[in-house]
């Protein structure tokens, strides 16, 4: 079965040139991909008319559709409708439709219309609009070199609406589509070259199905792409490669598709009725506000402290002075006290955990001993007798400051996960008990 294809075009100088991040690509390609169409290639293009017109040729000349975002306001570096017809060899013409809803628009936000605004309302003679419920600027749809072409506002909301209601069901109904299914496995606490060493029988190139990895801030994700002639054939696929897949990496992996670390960790704490408290360092927070982005963290999480100089470590955590003379802030026996201390101040009956950071971040500050990227991440629990234990494990990344602190951050969840799934650490762990007095 031929795989049709699809060519994604961004235009605007802003994104040429890298002051705005071309989020449209990412999401139409994942959306695409699950419609059964196979991504010819990306190109960013910048306000310049010539260049719009080149990149709609080459794109029609390499696949069956293109989709352009951007280049459809009011001004004059807005030039994507003029390019298109250029390219068809079409004249521009007022859409008597577009320009009312155009104008029905303005009426809705209760603001006057600006005669700049009518030229949205151009449609190459041949075209169509694409009628945008969300904005002033109508998309076209046309057919340029025997290849579908749908053009749409850069503005993400506009533009994802716009896709779901005018161009997905043209996609989804294009002969010979493949069925596609497509999932993500995320996984925390073994490397990338490691889990692909792991896997990669399953990686062999324009295989079905297609496995490859990804990257970002110490979570690895491993994603597949199954194809079949039908939906039921297509998902099978799929679960035997996942299956293999968690055969070989089940204690690594923590979730599937949109699934976070951190909804995983808070799930786990609700099953087992526990509670969370947090204790930063070097991650200044960031490990709480991950926490809390989880809608229903509030039903174990309780207090996140961040204690970033010594005499806050020791004023609010009760990390003992001898401790940080004798081993400094950036040590197994400084993260191990956070965590017992966070617990201490929670002043309850188990069961109940602790998270603590403490590392360099840098750019400065490392030392032979303990160079930048260094940080110490402990877990404590606290069981009704009042009785704990605490796990510790030092990590070493090569990032710049906030990619340190991120991955402290992951880190941190997934020491917890292991432990309230009772898995090892890739990592060596150090224990001890404690009592809360």
Same mark, same amino acid.
């Given at each position: 079965m031929r795989q049709p294809t699809v060519y994604?075009?961004?235009?605007?100088?802003?994104?040429?040139?890298?002051?705005?991040?071309?989020?449209?690509?990412?999401?139409?390609?994942?959306?695409?991909?699950?419609?059964?169409?196979?991504?010819?290639?990306?190109?960013?293009?910048?306000?310049?008319?010539?260049?719009?017109?080149?990149?709609?040729?080459?794109?029609?000349?390499?696949?069956?559709?293109?989709?352009?975002?951007?280049? &459809?306001?009011?001004?004059?570096?807005?030039?994507?409708?003029?390019?298109?017809?250029?390219?068809?060899?079409?004249?521009?013409?007022?859409?008597?439709?577009? &320009?009312?809803?155009?104008?029905?628009?303005?009426?809705?936000?209760?603001r006057p219309m600006g005669e700049n605004n009518r030229v949205q309302a151009l449609i190459p003679d041949g075209a169509e609009r694409i009628v945008n419920p969300n904005g002033t600027a109508p998309g076209i749809k046309a057919t340029l070199q025997g290849a579908k072409v749908f053009c749409m506002p850069g503005v993400p909301r506009e533009m994802r609406e716009m896709f779901r209601l005018s161009v997905a069901p043209v996609l989804r109904e294009a002969e010979g589509r493949a069925h596609e299914v497509m999932r993500r496995l995320h996984l925390c606490g073994r490397g990338e070259a490691d889990i692909g060493a792991a896997i990669r029988h399953l990686m062999r190139e324009r295989s079905n199905p297609e496995v490859g990895t990804a990257v970002a801030e110490s979570i690895v994700t491993v994603r597949l792409y199954a194809k079949g002639e039908t939906p039921a054939e297509a998902e099978k696929t799929a679960a035997e490669a996942e299956a293999g897949i968690r055969a070989v990496l089940e204690d690594d992996v923590f979730g599937t598709d949109g699934e976070t670390l951190a909804a995983c960790v808070i799930g786990l704490l609700k099953e087992r009725g526990a509670r969370l408290v947090t204790a930063e360092s070097c991650t200044g927070g960031m490990l709480s506000s991950l926490l809390v982005d989880v809608p229903g963290a509030?039903?174990?999480?309780?207090?996140?402290?961040?204690?970033y100089a010594n005499e806050a470590k020791i004023g609010l955590l009760g990390v003992p002075r001898e401790t940080l003379e004798k081993h400094g802030?950036?040590?197994?026996?400084?993260?191990?006290?956070?965590?017992?201390?966070?617990?201490? *101040?929670? *002043?309850?009956?188990?069961?109940a955990y602790s998270l603590a950071t403490t590392g360099i971040?840098?750019?400065?500050?490392?030392?032979?001993?303990?160079?930048?990227?260094?940080?110490?991440?402990?877990?404590?629990?606290?069981?009704?007798?009042?009785?704990?234990?605490?796990?510790?494990?030092r990590h070493n990344w090569a990032a710049d400051r906030q990619g340190i602190r991120m991955r402290g951050a992951n880190a941190a969840l997934d020491l917890l996960r292991r432990t309230l799934l009772g898995r090892p650490s890739n990592y060596p762990v150090e224990g001890s008990a404690w009592e809360r007095p």
């Open positions: 994604l075009l961004s235009c605007g100088d802003e994104l040429l040139f890298g002051h705005t991040v071309d989020t449209n690509s990412a999401w139409l390609a994942e959306q695409c991909t699950l419609l059964g169409w196979r991504i010819a290639g990306h190109r960013t293009v910048g306000d310049v008319t010539p260049d719009i017109i080149m990149a709609f040729l080459d794109a029609t000349a390499r696949a069956d559709a293109v989709i352009l975002t951007g280049g &459809l306001g009011p001004t004059m570096d807005d030039r994507t409708r003029q390019a298109l017809a250029h390219a068809l060899g079409a004249e521009l013409r007022e859409d008597r439709e577009a &320009l009312t809803e155009i104008q029905a628009m303005f009426r809705r936000f209760n509030s039903a174990v999480f309780v207090e996140g402290t961040v204690a802030a950036v040590s197994r026996g400084t993260a191990a006290a956070m965590a017992e201390g966070a617990l201490r *101040r929670l *002043r309850a009956n188990g069961p971040a840098g750019p400065d500050g490392g030392t032979p001993e303990k160079p930048v990227g260094t940080v110490w991440i402990a877990c404590s629990v606290l069981d009704a007798e009042g009785k704990g234990m605490t796990r510790s494990v």
